[in-house]
């Protein structure tokens, strides 16, 4: 018996040394059994909580029951679907933001080439011919195929005399003569359509140079060589390019001269052959300086200006993220080949554009005070729009970004819940210009009226 005890002492005190849980090492039988070592029902007590703590600590180590794992399962697809959410979101927010940065990016490039042309409206135009005082007499003086906006043949009917072919006016409108994708059509309402015409509207490098044209065709050479007018894209010499020359002149009758030959032509090339200017030089011995103006790289001029049209269209393809009532605000530049816009001349300036709106200021007392607004001048004859058009307005409709289900339009002209929106000024100078458009059916767009103020530079 007292073999066994020992054992026993020796097996007890082996698995308090190695029992991980503390209540085991300072237990109440532990104290009883060495204050007395003859009680075995404490050893035996004491044993067997040894021996189910290690069953415990057994099963702990086999792993997570069924219960466990399906509880973190759960837990763990709540969190994805929470995270997922929150990506879903900020991905949408993130097309939005890029949509809105795009058309921000192409708004401001595109309509600062609107801009630029405006304010290039008469560059190089000229007002008179030399030595005549009828524009019938120039040979090939022609412009568009369409007439509408004419003043060289075929002449427009507007403004009077109708249908004379007579000086180019720089800047011409068709008030309500576009498309109309207004959600209410309104008779007699429409987008406008704006003509700029200028030596240097066009987009080719030969119609951005002039130069200098003196007595004995002697032209004057820029440095650095590229500047100058017989200097194609890659700076190569070609006399080919077709060009213009105007006499400055003093008075109203010869000022800004369109010089022509002997039969009436308007252009020559540069130096082909060589000297082919020299007819439009001044006379031997004059200090006259006249101005050589670059027109086309390698076309006959129809007329002596480049012809840059405005326009909203509807292209059989346009941006997806377009409203369906928008169309693009194009560039069309008119070909001196055949009086066409081709489409290689149709250049996109914004898209997503519902609506156009050109306006006029006008000092109608030619006294430095402007007075009135206009949209339509189609009255106007060259010299008066030259006298009396200081500033151009113009009003685009178009939407920023993509459609959101999460955004809908509200006027703050016309009120909670209106579908209108006002693509002009109630009062310009005493007198309400451009059209309410009616956004109805589409209010998930953010829209937005650009407004263009151009002084005019080169009229006069």
Not at 254 to 283: C, E, I, K, M, W
Not at 301 to 329: E, H, K, W
Not at 369 to 385: G, N, R, V
């Amino acid at each position: 018996m007292a073999m066994e005890d020992t054992n026993l002492y020796q097996q007890r005190d082996k698995c308090i040394e190695e029992a991980m849980n503390s209540k085991y090492k300072y237990s109440f039988c532990h104290s009883r059994v060495n204050g007395n070592p003859d009680n075995m029902d404490c050893r035996v007590k004491h044993d067997n909580d040894i021996q189910s703590g290690f069953e415990a600590m057994i099963k702990r180590e086999e792993g997570f029951s069924l219960v466990e794992l399906l509880i973190t399962m759960v837990v763990f697809v709540l969190i994805l679907t929470a995270t997922s959410n929150t990506f879903i979101d900020l991905l949408k927010d993130f097309k939005k933001q890029s949509a809105l940065s795009e058309t921000n990016i192409e708004g401001a490039v595109g309509l600062e080439t609107l801009k630029r042309d405006i304010a290039s409206a008469g560059y190089g135009l000229p007002w008179n011919v030399t030595g005549v005082a009828s524009w019938a007499v120039l040979a090939n003086y022609n412009e568009a195929t369409a007439n509408t906006y004419n003043d060289g043949s075929p002449a427009s009917a507007l403004p009077t005399p109708a249908n004379t072919t007579r000086a180019p006016r720089a800047i011409v409108s068709g008030n309500n003569s576009g498309v109309d994708f207004s959600g209410v059509a309104v008779v007699g309402e429409s987008s406008d359509y704006l003509v700029i015409k200028a030596v240097n509207v066009a987009t080719n490098v030969t119609s951005q140079k002039w130069t200098h044209l003196k007595a004995g065709n002697a032209k004057t050479e820029w440095t650095p060589l590229c500047e100058n007018v017989n200097r194609d894209t890659s700076c190569n010499t070609d006399n080919t390019v077709r060009v213009i020359v105007s006499n400055p002149g003093g008075t109203n009758t010869n000022q800004r001269a369109l010089v022509v030959n002997a039969v009436g032509v308007f252009f020559a090339q540069y130096d082909n052959p060589a000297g082919s200017t020299s007819t439009f030089a001044p006379a031997a011995g004059s200090t006259d300086v006249y101005v050589l103006y670059g027109v086309s790289p390698d076309t006959n001029l129809r007329m002596p200006f480049n012809r840059a049209d405005y326009y909203i269209q509807r292209p059989a393809s346009i941006s997806p993220t377009c409203a369906p009532n928008t169309g693009v605000l194009y560039k069309g530049v008119v070909s001196h080949t055949n009086g066409t816009i081709p489409s290689v001349n149709n250049h996109p300036i914004l898209d997503c554009v519902a609506d156009m709106q050109v306006v006029f200021r006008r000092d109608t007392g030619t006294d430095g005070i402007i007075d009135t607004a206009s949209e339509d001048i189609s009255t106007l004859d060259a010299a008066t729009i030259r006298d009396q058009i200081k500033e151009v307005r113009v009003y685009i409709l178009a939407h920023e970004g993509q459609r959101d289900t999460g955004y809908t339009y509200s006027s703050s002209e016309f009120g909670p819940g209106s579908t209108l929106i006002r693509v002009g000024d109630p009062s310009l100078d005493g007198v309400s210009v451009g059209r309410t458009f009616d956004l109805v059916g589409n209010l998930n767009y953010r829209w937005k009226i650009y407004t263009l103020v151009i002084k005019m530079e080169n009229l006069k």
